[in-house]
């Protein structure tokens, strides 16, 4: 697998899309999947944004990340991820979410942020458009900000 990746085919396909994103990400989706193109704003290292894909596999798999590789945008390195594009019915209430994350004996600090003092965890960015309600009622959390404490 070649780690490097051509910037030109998701920078065309994000524009094609209407260029969006957040703070961290560009974001397409094509087939069903969505790829995101990381600048690692909220993670200052390759070791944070790491821990960041690996915690988020374990505690949210149903939204797991695939890591696809590096890209070289504007003399930036970003990485690449795909994420199965997955629905919701409408964004989690802020009483839904802490009783989700209370599941894992994580506990609410402010701003919808959330720490698990056994494993030294803390999960940030969990609001009504990163935690949506599934047709079953089950929480899909996508593109919370983990690190450790």
């Known amino acids: ?21 957040g703070a961290e990400h560009q974001v397409y989706v094509q ?6 193109r990381n600048n690692l704003n909220y993670y200052g290292t390759w070791l944070s944004y790491f821990h960041n894909l690996l915690l988020h596999n374990w505690l949210f798999p149903e939204t797991a990340y695939k890591f696809l590789g590096l890209m070289d945008v504007d003399d930036t390195l970003q990485a690449v991820v795909s994420q199965k ?3 919701g019915v409408r964004g989690a209430s802020p009483d839904e979410v802490a009783a989700y994350m209370a599941l894992f004996d994580f506990t609410p600090l402010k701003n919808n942020e959330y720490i698990n003092l056994n494993f030294g965890i803390i999960v940030s960015d969990l609001h009504q458009r990163n935690v949506l309600v599934r047709d079953d009622g089950e929480l899909l959390v996508f593109d919370p900000v983990i690190y450790l404490n």
């Open 31 to 36: 087939l069903g999947i969505y790829y995101k």
């Open 85 to 87: 594009a997955l629905r």
């Open 1 to 21: 697998m070649d780690i490097m990746l051509p910037s030109e085919p998701f920078t065309d396909a994000w524009h094609a899309q209407g260029g969006e994103g």
